[in-house]
């Protein structure tokens, strides 16, 4: 019997309809373990009952959500229509200027008129949409005027361009926001350790069983990136990982030594937002490692006219979508295109992500484009690669370009499970005799978020504007 996580009590598969509910029984209902609306689609009805659902939807899930409006409301329209048009709900902070913007018709513009005056240079600028900037100009003018600057010169600036760094505006307002951002994260890592069987009264740092309500107790750390690979990837993630953004989850226990056992949750929001939760620091159970990954992007189907497919065709199209013709029932012609068209109606675009083979990918792509980098000049078969990714790659020093590479070399000799086994988990430092030492990672990022939060905070800022970067921006290049 399934129990539920915050009441304790059994759970029963809910009557069917018109079958009279038992008001002393609770009923199992599908969870989201990340948030439906920030894109989860992880379900489980062996979390919660209905009830304890409906109530952490209430003190968590409402408020949690709607601080990724900014991201969520553009990812909708993505989805919805690649070409959508202005999205006037989405603003921000243009970075060169410091102004407030916003979109229209995928174009950041000024979004209230102001003006400013450079007296050492004699000169204006006016921020303004260009609807209004007339009347602006006039009252510019006059003001110019009475104070004697009339042969100032005037700039106006009614749009930025499409390319430039905007900040889209988040979390400033919002009452209580490190409480909502915190509980957020305790709850999807709490859900996710439950579903994959973690007893409830180990799970000390997330859930106080007696009060049945789910807590926060210092137990909540940023990731930074540690490695050099890790630079490289998280620097570049946005053209890097080939489904960008995506959400992912990781557990896994880390031992520090017999006795010090911890449960660990990696929660990963949109390839941006990073944290690790700790559960408990006194874990005495299995050894665990299970990981969950997604696409956000919703997938529009694929449109195909089966009908019209030539005979030849039919087969190749059947095998790029996995359906194997020879199974239908009727095989005459008109019975193997039935049989096409009514297998692909039951295909369902895919979210889940296998992590191990995403992270492969990403690795091979940053390793051809240090090859790339290393070469004095490209030949055609590392044509291709992004020119953005090799730049930034060039920075590094050759001997630290090589250290590099034969790190990601060091990933796939060890086969492709190592990538997982390491992910988030733990890195290899030579100490002063020259021996590899295994570092927890999330040590690492603790020592460095208590000895300097500003590169915490920068790096934040930083994966911020790569999303905002790619909402605004990469998106929009068809
Ligand atoms: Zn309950």
Same mark, same amino acid.
């Given at each position: ?159 930025? %361009? !499409? ?9 400033? @307002?919002? =009452?209580?926001?490190?409480? &909502?951002?915190? /509980? ?108 969950? %990954? !997604? ?9 195909? @006219?089966? =009908?019209?497919?030539?005979? &030849?065709?039919? /087969? ?120 590899? @030492? ?5 040590? &690492? ?34």
């Amino acid at each position: 019997m399934d129990i539920c996580l915050l009441c304790d009590e059994p759970m029963h598969n809910k009557p069917n309809l018109g079958i009279a509910l038992d008001p002393s029984k609770k009923y199992k209902h599908k969870e989201h373990i990340i948030q439906n609306a920030i894109g989860g689609r992880l379900k489980s009805s062996t979390i919660l009952c209905e009830a304890c659902g409906g109530i952490l939807n209430t003190e968590i899930d409402i408020d949690f959500t709607k601080l990724f409006l900014p991201f969520t409301a553009r990812i909708n329209d993505l989805a919805k229509d690649r070409n959508a048009k202005a999205n006037t709900r989405l603003q921000g902070t243009h970075i060169g200027s410091n102004k407030q913007v916003k979109y229209v018709s995928k174009t950041p513009v000024p979004l209230r008129p102001s003006r400013e005056i450079n007296d050492a240079e004699e000169k204006v600028t006016i921020y303004c949409p260009k609807d209004i900037i007339d009347n602006f100009r006039k009252s510019v003018n006059k003001e110019l005027e009475e104070a004697h600057k009339q042969h100032y010169r005037i700039d106006e600036i009614y749009e930025f %361009s !499409q390319s430039e760094h905007v900040w889209i505006s988040f979390s400033k @307002d919002v =009452k209580d926001f490190n409480d &909502k951002w915190k /509980m957020g994260f305790i709850k999807i890592a709490t859900e996710f350790a439950y579903m994959h069987g973690v007893p409830k009264d180990q799970l000390i740092k997330t859930l106080d069983i007696t009060a049945k309500k789910l807590i926060f107790s210092n137990n909540l750390h940023p990731f930074v990136p540690v490695t050099a690979i890790d630079h490289l990837l998280e620097y570049n993630r946005n053209i890097i990982e080939r489904n960008y953004p995506s959400h992912t989850l990781h557990l896994y226990t880390q031992s520090y030594s017999e006795h010090d056992k911890h449960l660990i949750c990696y929660v990963e929001l949109f390839s941006t937002f990073q944290y690790y939760v700790v559960l408990t620091d006194t874990y005495n159970g299995p050894e665990v490692m299970q990981s969950y %990954s !997604q696409k956000i992007v919703t997938e529009k189907k694929i449109d195909l @006219d089966i =009908k019209e497919l030539q005979p &030849k065709e039919l /087969m190749q199209e059947a095998r790029s979508f996995g359906i194997n013709l020879s199974n239908a029932p009727d095989s005459s012609m008109e019975g193997v295109y039935d049989y096409f068209e009514k297998e692909f109606a039951k295909i369902q675009p895919v979210y889940e992500l296998d992590l191990k083979k995403e992270l492969s990918a990403s690795l091979e792509l940053l390793k051809m484009a240090i090859l790339k980098a290393n070469l004095p000049k490209s030949p055609s078969q590392y044509a291709g690669l992004n020119d953005e990714l090799a730049a930034f790659i060039a920075k590094f020093s050759k001997e630290d370009r090589r250290k590099i590479l034969l790190e990601t070399f060091d990933f796939f000799y060890n086969n492709e499970d190592y990538i997982i086994e390491r992910f988030r988990k733990l890195y290899f430092e030579n100490d002063s005799n020259g021996n590899r @030492d295994r570092i927890s990672m999330i040590a &690492k990022c603790i020592q460095i978020a208590a000895k300097d939060i500003k590169q915490v905070q920068d790096y934040g800022h930083e994966k911020f504007s790569f999303l905002s970067y790619f909402l605004n921006v990469q998106q929009n290049i068809e």
